[in-house]
């Protein structure tokens, strides 16, 4: 049941994109849906991943081996070992975005009473 932190990270990428898509719709009675020839447009163009389209399929495909998403009507989704792994990633990730969060809504320096600065020496 190994899987590489790549096929983890495109897993948690199809979990998060559920997740956000799926909360535009709250309280709808919809359900959004992708496939996985869109889901690797997506990845590609937010340069989420350096590898070729064909290197993302045959991720997806082990996923799909390995019982972590399901392929169905040419719709990606995950299964319940998939949401299972996507939870768990997420708690991980969850602190490493809060800070970012945290230091986007207020400006860094201001955490301090004195901003120390420092001339740096520049290098021909």
Do not use: C, H
Not at 58 to 84: M, V
């Amino acid at each position: 049941m190994k899987i590489s932190n790549k096929q983890k990270f495109i897993l948690y990428t199809l979990g998060k994109w559920y997740e956000e898509a799926n909360n535009k719709l709250k309280g709808k009675p919809l359900q959004v849906m992708i496939s996985k020839s869109v889901f690797i447009d997506v990845v590609k163009k937010a340069d989420m991943v350096e590898k070729k389209e064909r290197a993302l399929y045959k991720n997806l495909e082990f996923l799909e081996k390995k019982k972590f998403i399901s392929y169905t009507n040419k719709n990606l989704a995950l299964t319940e070992k998939g949401k299972k792994l996507f939870q768990e990633l997420n708690k991980i990730m969850k602190p490493f975005f809060k800070v970012t969060e945290t230091l986007k809504e207020k400006d860094p320096l201001s955490y301090s009473r004195k901003a120390q600065t420092y001339f740096q020496k520049k290098l021909l």
